[in-house]
T-cell receptor
Framework: NAGVMQNPRHLVRRRGQEARLRCSPMKGHSHVYWYRQLPEEGLKFMVYLQKENIIDESGMPKERFSAEFPKEGPSILRIQQVVRGDSAAYFC????????????FGPGTRLLVL | RKEVEQDPGPFNVPEGATVAFNCTYSNSASQSFFWYRQDCRKEPKLLMSVYSSGNEDGRFTAQLNRASQYISLLIRDSKLSDSATYLC?????????????FGTGTRLTIIP
């Protein structure tokens, strides 16, 4: 039973380019969460999605960042016009149901903006 | 004030010793509580959930004090493999508030 999968594991972009991070939840999980961990800081919630719906995007920066979880395929976190401050580890987690269900984390995508 | 506060450490502890971590949370609406561990440059992994009655899993014991909004983790007979960063995590766990709120973590190093 495969866990949460994320790709790419490492991504290098130049300032102004776009970054696309993909997350495939665990089999049977329909709830996806994205978190960001800046260097030497704790994980911070970004967005919570169910299939085709954004439930909570209170942690998303107002500009340049967007997320989707289509009916088919992985969840995508998209960062447009990246800046150096976007360099971080981006973790995706999934759960079977909402509420008190355990969230299982993927290995993360490490984004480096040059 | 941070929503979840932890002593960042580092804690450098000899192998076989007992070590305790504490954590406080500010939101009294928090419903679920967890300890995760994170190894260097890896993803967080659930160590254990924390219940009001306290719970134990092998060498690990977790306690929750709702009145004081305080969570603890005790590791007995520490092993070299326990070296990691321990993350205190809370969740309001009602619809629309499923996000996990993480402390910044306590770094533990077990010394041979």
């Amino acid at each position: 039973n495969a866990g949460v999968m994320q790709n790419p594991r490492h991504l290098v972009r130049r300032r102004g380019q776009e970054a696309r991070l993909r997350c495939s939840p665990m089999k049977g999980h329909s709830h996806v969460y994205w978190y960001r961990q800046l260097p030497e800081e704790g994980l911070k919630f970004m967005v919570y999605l169910q299939k085709e719906n954004i439930i909570d995007e209170s942690g998303m920066p107002k500009e340049r960042f967007s997320a989707e979880f289509p009916k088919e395929g992985p969840s995508i976190l998209r960062i447009q016009q990246v800046v150096r401050g976007d360099s971080a580890a981006y973790f995706c987690a999934s759960s079977h149901r909402t509420g008190r269900e355990t969230q299982y984390f993927g290995p993360g995508t490490r984004l480096l903006v040059l | 004030r941070k929503e979840v506060e932890q002593d960042p450490g580092p804690f450098n502890v000899p192998e076989g010793a007992t070590v305790a971590f504490n954590c406080t949370y500010s939101n009294s609406a928090s419903q679920s509580f967890f300890w995760y561990r994170q190894d260097c440059r890896k993803e967080p992994k659930l160590l254990m959930s924390v219940y009001s009655s306290g719970n134990e899993d092998g060498r690990f014991t977790a306690q929750l004090n709702r009145a004081s909004q305080y969570i603890s983790l005790l590791i007995r007979d520490s092993k070299l493999s326990d070296s990691a960063t321990y993350l205190c995590v809370v969740n309001r766990a009602n619809f629309g508030n499923e996000k996990l709120t993480f402390g910044t973590g306590t770094r533990l190093t077990i010394i041979p």
